[in-house]
């Protein structure tokens, strides 16, 4: 309603007066809430494109443009704190329409898609790259498929590698929650994926692979995934991250496994909860009696464990007296 429109405006008015400040560094780390606030704002707009929204979307291809520039540090930007420019890189990925070539979106919006794949290449800023990767996933379209493959393939197993695998799991599941016809899960990409689960070494590279097979829904790797989980119970991010993944891709034959994992977890609080929320997104109902019962036995006070089991409880929900 009006009322609404008005509050929205004066929330952005209020927002753009503040990035627009010419503040010192230290400030600028407050300053670089701005852009993803306002992000949020736009994606609260049914359609952007409307007749009666005609001064947003104007408004919008005039922050896309300030974001590009805080992203490359031009003109006002140029040496300003890197955190601006890794928050304009998230605000982009979130408002960007997707596209799949010059005739098929915005100038600007073309514009941003190729910006943001060239800094993923090349950026100066090694963690505005990976937010790059994530943000080229959120803008999606059959381009940034290839590209992020391509990234992914070509990654540095340490430290790209992961970042480029997440993207790709991003990628695959807006596409599956968009596909209201099919639901198509990307075989393409779980393949690729489940291939390097076998055959990557890395810790990180596998618990980011884990995850993103989980997104992809891709079941066809469940089998390997239980065997990561196992291989590796004593890698706490891993095991907790293959735990996901399973739980991602409603794999209900690895509720018990994990069940196992989550009370064999009682001093490693990193990996219970990951393995108790893993149990909630599968619906065990069980889980919770399992999680109270740990909570509860010995009359433990450590601070980790009970907050790992209120974690993993606070997700699964709890309707008992």
Not at 214 to 228: H, N, Q, T
Not at 271 to 287: E, F, H, P, S, V
Request: proline share 2%; hydrophobic share 40%.
């Amino acid at each position: 309603g009006k009322d609404g429109r008005a509050l929205f405006l004066a929330a952005m008015d209020a927002l753009d007066k503040y990035w627009q400040k010419n503040l010192g560094k230290g400030e600028q780390l407050i300053q670089s809430h701005c852009p993803t606030a306002v992000a949020k704002l736009y994606k609260s707009v049914d359609d952007i494109d409307a007749e009666e929204n005609e001064d947003l979307r104007k408004r919008l291809e005039s922050h896309e443009k300030d974001w590009l520039d805080a992203v490359n540090a031009k003109g006002r930007f140029e040496r300003a704190n890197i955190n601006m420019g890794q928050s304009a890189v998230l605000a982009l990925g979130q408002t960007t329409e997707p596209n799949n070539g010059r005739k098929d979106t915005h100038p600007v919006d073309y514009k941003v898609s190729t910006s943001l794949l060239s800094y993923a290449k090349r950026g100066r800023d090694q963690q505005s790259r990976y937010f790059a990767h994530i943000a080229l996933a959120q803008i999606g379209g059959e381009e940034k498929r290839k590209a992020l493959m391509e990234l992914y393939s070509t990654g540095n197993t340490a430290l790209e590698k992961p970042w480029a695998a997440l993207s790709l799991g991003v990628l695959a599941y807006n596409e599956y929650e968009a596909d209201d016809s099919r639901a198509t899960i990307d075989t393409g990409i779980g393949a690729m994926l489940h291939t390097d689960l076998t055959k990557v070494k890395n810790p990180s590279s596998l618990a980011a692979i884990a995850v993103a097979l989980g997104l992809v829904r891709y079941s066809e790797a469940a089998d390997d995934l239980r065997l990561v989980m196992d291989k590796y119970k004593n890698k706490d991010d891993l095991s907790g991250y293959a735990c996901i993944g399973l739980a991602l891709m409603d794999d209900q034959r690895s509720t018990q496994q994990i069940r196992d994992l989550v009370a064999a977890s009682v001093r490693r609080p990193d990996r219970l909860k990951q393995a108790a929320i893993a149990l909630g997104k599968l619906g065990d109902k069980q889980a919770a009696d399992l999680l109270v019962e740990l909570m509860t036995e010995g009359g433990t006070t450590n601070l980790a464990k009970m907050s790992a089991l209120a974690s993993g409880l606070g997700f699964i929900g709890d309707r008992r007296d």
